[in-house]
Each structure stands twice: as C-alpha cells, then as structure tokens.
C-alpha cells in the first residue's frame, strides 16, 4: 500500500495494543501500514477486517456467543433459507444473513440461536411461530426427526474423542473441531506429496496449514490443537488421528523399519480416495496449496529446524510441551 502522504511504498507492522469493543478493553495483535517519512499508520480494508476479527473473536468466547460458521450450519441442517430462518426465529428479515457474514448477534438473539441448535427446541418453534406454509413445516419437521434420530443413535461423539472438547478459543483457532476438515487436509498433503510423506513431516505442514489460515483469515481451518513436541509442533492425539484416517481408507500408512532399530511412517494416497474440495472454502483450498508449494521439497529433517525457528513452537516447547495458541500465527517467520 502507499502512502497517501507521500506516495510511497509503506511496509506492514504490527503491535500488540488494547482496543475498546462495546465498552470493554481487548489485547489483539494490531496490524497497519507505516508511513515511515510521516510516522503515520494506515489500515486497508483487509488489515481492518483482520484487526476487528481478533476482537470478535475474543468478545464471542468470552459471552459464549454463536460463531458465523456455527450458525450457518444451523440454519442450513433444518433446509431453511437465511430469510426464512429470521421469520421462524423472529428476526427482522436479514438479521440472520448478517450474523452469518459476521455480525454479532445481541445476547437475547444468540441465546435463541443456540436453543435452536436442539430439534426439539426448534420444533416448538416452528409449531408457535405459524411463519411457516404446511409443506414447508413438513419439510422441516421431516429434517427434525431426521436429525432426532441421528442423535439417539450416536451419543459417542467421536470428533471429541480424537480432536478434544469442542470449545471454541485460541487454542482451536476460533473455529470448533472438524474432523472432515482436519481429513481432507491430510488427503490433501498425501496427494501432493507422492509418492509418500513422512508422518513428521505432514505434521509440521498440517500446522503451518492451520496456523497460516489464522494469520491471514484471523480462523483455522480444522479447529485442530496443536502441541510443541521435541520434533516441532504437531496435531494434539496426531497418532490416533492418523490411525483413524487410515483405518477408514482415507490415505495409507506403509510402516517402514530402519536398521538403526527404529520405525518411520510414510503417507501414501489410497487410489480409491479423492480429495474432496466441497469441505474447504476457497481461501482455505488457497492455503493448502501455498503450504505445500512451499515446503514440497523441504526433506522432514529441514522443516523440523524450520519449525524450530517459530516462536509458537519455542516458547510453548521451553514451558513445558505445551498446547500452542494461534495468536502466535501472527508471528510466523517461514511462511
């Protein structure tokens, strides 16, 4: 960006500031141009957004308030319209499709949001709120026992089991775990590393994955945890992760025994598996694509000593292995 100032090229900075929101004071990693002749600071659309999705971020994890993403799913697992979805809730008519671009709901809206995440809530929504035409409440409600039954069939919550408890905070990336997502990210390495990716090696680029797409789009892709391990960073569970993607076809694992005595894991494509894009959104599919373009022909040795060098690994690794936060994806160094 140049200056308006001068005309000049400026360079990006950024510093850890407060900033007040609604009243109250939040610490987010600030982000701006500077005018260096000038010593002014200037912010585009991008840097805007970047700075005020750190703040949104903080404010919904600290009032338990629904996420875009959480009420898009929503709405879009009863089949309704973002339009028809306010009517039912009784909203005004595009109050709905702005929380899901990202507005905040007040908390009265998002506690009715997160009632409607139970179908049998919903349904006695729908059955008081008379906003819906009988075939329309047909529909919905066919959906309801649908999802009805789902729930009764499967009170083990698998995602949970590999990936954690789905909280939402700095430590998943402000996105709640997704096992698809994390799924398709390993496909995706799998297929662009061939013949074969070392099981040390995807760990460190399933992270600069996450970690990158929480630098430019303030969320992770997978809501996966991270935790700095003498190798680097590395998926929180990684072993069970990898076996369930495994054992499920999704990649195959071939064991591969050293004579040193020691055994290494490679990631090969299972030929009957495709890499399924629909799961990822556009910018996430972008950076799958830079992370493998950058660190292709880094051999597992190089990007351990890379990962070394990022202060998310150093600092949690020196504390003691700890899970590592995204914020420090704002301070990444190799990509």
């Known amino acids: ?13 950024q510093e850890t500031i407060e900033t007040e929101f609604r009243k109250e004071k939040f610490e987010v990693v600030y982000h701006y141009y500077l005018c260096e002749d000038s010593g002014e600071k200037f912010e585009d659309e ?4 970047l700075n005020l999705s750190q703040v949104y971020n903080q404010y919904r994890k600290k009032y338990n308030l629904p996420f875009p993403e959480e009420i898009v799913k929503l709405r879009e697992q ?16 595009n109050v709905y499709r702005n ?36 075939k329309e409440k047909e529909r919905v409600n066919k959906k309801i026992e649908e999802l009805l039954i789902q729930d009764s069939l499967f009170d083990f919550d698998l995602t949970s089991y590999l990936m954690g408890q789905p909280v939402v905070d700095d430590q998943t990336g ?5 096992l698809e997502k994390f799924t398709e ?20 680029m399933l992270f600069y994955a996450d970690f990158l797409n929480f630098k430019k789009e303030v969320q992770s892709i997978s809501g996966c945890r991270y935790r700095a391990i003498d190798m680097g ?32 894991d490679q990631f090969k494509p299972n030929p009957k598996r495709e890499f399924d894009e629909s799961k990822l959104s556009n910018a996430e599919l972008e950076t799958l694509k830079e992370v493998a373009a950058k660190f292709k022909s880094v051999k597992t040795n190089d990007i351990i000593e890379l990962s070394h060098k990022e ?25």
Request: hydrophobic share 40%.
């Open 1 to 13: 960006m140049n200056s308006p100032i001068t005309g000049k090229l400026m360079v990006m900075k």
């Open 46 to 49: 991008r840097l805007a957004q």
């Open 78 to 93: 009863y089949g309704l319209s973002a339009a028809k979805m306010s009517e039912v809730l009784g909203f005004g008519i």
């Open 99 to 134: 929380y899901e671009n990202g507005e905040i709901p007040n908390s009265s809206n998002a506690r009715l949001i997160q009632l409607a995440q139970d179908p049998k809530e919903f349904k006695r929504l729908i059955d008081l709120g008379n906003v819906l035409n009988e």
């Open 174 to 178: 402000y996105r709640k775990p997704n």
């Open 185 to 204: 990210m390993v496909v995706f390495f799998t297929m662009h590393a061939q013949p074969s990716l070392w099981k040390t090696k995807m760990n460190k």
């Open 233 to 264: 960073p590395v998926p929180n569970n990684f072993n069970s992760l990898f076996d369930y993607i495994a054992q499920n076809n999704h990649i195959d694992i071939q064991v591969t025994s050293f004579a040193n005595g020691s055994i290494g």
């Open 311 to 335: 202060e998310a690994w150093e600092k949690n690794f020196k504390n003691g292995k700890k899970l590592i936060s995204y914020i420090e994806a704002f301070r990444l160094v190799n990509i």
